[in-house]
């Protein structure tokens, strides 16, 4: 009897936008100095591209510098075992043109942690790409140490 992988399903663009919809944390990748940084982050689509709120620091100065930034975020149905992750690769940018900045707080985008969140950052994509998969129950995972692990719940 041969185990059978199941395949990830690769997700079109707008299956991708619809998932994004459907969260509202996603992790933000950045290169700081010499190695990679991930940040949470609360986010919101608008108009094709995603929308956060920061303050003064790390995660501000090195979004809006020369290296793309890269924004995953995941999700799993319990009851169904289906999860799916959605990576969006692009350049931020300071929203800074008064109605813009109205129309991104019209976005009802509130941070989770408190302190002053001033900056609205926009990433823009030059890619988004997604996969749907189902979750594997533990005990069918294979490592050298399963027999173990079976044994100890048999």
């Not at 956060?52 to 319990?78: P, Q, Y």
């Not at 800074?96 to 129309?103: K, W």
Request: hydrophobic share 40%; net charge negative; aromatic share 8%.
């Amino acid at each position: 009897m041969t185990n059978k992988t199941p395949e990830a399903e690769v997700l079109e663009s707008h299956q991708c936008w619809e998932l994004l919809r459907s969260v509202s944390v996603g992790r933000l990748a950045l290169w700081v100095q010499d190695h990679p940084d991930i940040f949470p982050v609360n986010y919101k689509v608008d108009h094709g591209t995603l929308v956060f709120r920061t303050g003064e620091g790390t995660k501000l100065h090195t979004a809006l510098g020369e290296t793309a930034v890269a924004l995953e975020a995941d999700g799993v149905n319990a009851d169904t075992g289906v999860a799916w992750s959605v990576v969006v690769k692009g350049r931020a940018t300071a929203i800074t043109l008064t109605q813009e900045v109205l129309d991104t707080v019209g976005l009802l985008l509130f941070p989770w942690q408190a302190g002053r969140k001033d900056h609205f950052i926009r990433i823009v994509p030059a890619s988004i790409t997604g996969r749907r998969f189902t979750v594997t129950p533990p005990l069918t995972w294979w490592s050298p140490l399963d027999d173990t692990t079976r044994a100890g719940l048999e």
